[in-house]
């Protein structure tokens, strides 16, 4: 490995890379230590204008701006997210899902004057519409004709629906390969977890499942010819960020691998242990999902992070109860709200 021709903190990096691949016996993705991660959510299932529990991590969107009264950002069933990474004086951008209708982020980020054209590479958790949905808009308003797009290629995967009875079936939105021809992006398919920004991100790819609790939806599947067959949206996956001195931050889309089986497979990917933060939708609404909440929370708390931000597909009585157990980590969020963890 030629350590000379790399500055000195690219050489330090690839020492620390090759030393914990071969310490642990098995290949590890290590990561940037950041020195701060900013999370702001271009949509979620929740706003409050009036909010006032705003602080040096909290930033809410409020109704006014230099004193002057603004629209407010719009609340949908759906989820997106611009992050920043920064590194000593570097700082980086990238936006992961879509939101739910053609125009909801999009609104938002205009609502919210967000820098867009700021944004390096961009990533999809997985192709329900909730999460695609304003994917062509987005990309417009980035205006980076080759930006790499990061999916896995299940993505593509259809027909996909839901199952009500063998009478309706509720299908999704298809996104499809030619979607992201025609929209100018770079596609890079992703079953491996794959660094981003440099190694500040790490997309994390297919995730295994091996809890015995976290059985994903039952009633999601998709047509393969005529063929009807079970979908294990396999293509659902996370980031992650190493947080110096404090742990992983892991955000997730829906979480239909499971928040505690994507936690433990962020840790397994990056080799590292602390999690600070555990922010996302975790998928535990409505009757088939509720019977987990206690069993989910138990695993949560072992694993124990600062901070968990359960958000979107989560569902209310859920995000209740998550609160209710783990108070002093429980956080809040909506539709334009700005979290910043620092080192």
């Given at each position: 490995?030629?350590y000379?021709a ?18 642990i ?9 950041l020195?701060?991660v ?9 706003i409050?204008?009036?909010?006032t ?6 930033h ?5 701006v ?17 992050i ?5 004086e570097?700082t980086?951008?990238?936006?992961f ?6 125009i909801g ?11 867009m ?40 995967k ?10 309706f079936?509720?299908?999704y ?14 596609v ?27 059985k994903?939806?039952p ?5 393969e ?27 997730s ?8 089986n ?23 609404n409505?009757?088939?999902?509720e ?5 989910t929370?138990?695993e ?22 998550i ?21």
């Amino acid at each position: 490995m030629a350590y000379a021709a790399m500055t000195k903190d690219e050489a330090q990096r690839s020492i620390r890379t090759f030393y914990v691949a071969v310490n642990i016996g098995r290949a590890v993705m290590i990561i940037n230590e950041l020195d701060r991660v900013e999370i702001l959510t271009l949509q979620d299932n929740y706003i409050d204008m009036t909010a006032t529990d705003n602080s040096a991590m909290i930033h809410r969107a409020g109704t006014r701006v230099k004193g002057q009264e603004r629209k407010s950002v719009l609340a949908e069933h759906g989820f997106s997210a611009v992050i920043r990474t920064t590194a000593g004086e570097r700082t980086r951008t990238m936006l992961f899902d879509f939101g739910f209708s053609e125009i909801g982020a999009t609104f938002n980020a205009r609502t919210l004057g967000l820098p867009m054209g700021e944004i390096e590479a961009i990533a999809l958790s997985h192709s329900h519409g909730d999460h695609m949905g304003g994917f062509r808009e987005l990309v417009k308003l980035i205006g980076k004709p080759g930006i790499e797009l990061v999916v896995h290629p299940g993505a593509f995967k259809a027909p996909r629906y839901l199952k009500i009875d063998e009478e309706f079936k509720a299908y999704y939105p298809r996104f499809t390969r030619k979607m992201t021809k025609v929209s100018g992006t770079r596609v890079v398919e992703a079953k491996e977890p794959r660094p981003l920004l440099g190694g500040d991100v790490l997309f994390l790819g297919e995730i295994p499942r091996r809890t015995e609790f976290e059985k994903g939806m039952p009633n999601a599947y998709f047509e393969e010819g005529v063929v009807e067959k079970k979908d294990d949206i396999e293509d659902d996956t996370s980031l992650c960020m190493n947080l110096k001195g404090k742990g992983l931050i892991v955000l997730s889309g829906c979480a239909h691998s499971g928040i505690v089986n994507t936690v433990r497979y962020a840790r397994e990917a990056t080799g590292v242990e602390a999690v600070h933060v555990i922010m996302g939708g975790f998928h535990l609404n409505g009757p088939v999902f509720e019977p987990i909440v206690g069993r989910t929370i138990e695993e949560l708390r072992k694993i124990n992070p600062r901070y968990i931000v359960p958000t979107h597909c989560t569902g209310r009585k859920s995000i209740q109860q998550i609160e209710a157990s783990l108070p002093e980590s429980f956080i809040l969020n909506m539709a334009g709200t700005r979290l910043t963890f620092a080192a």
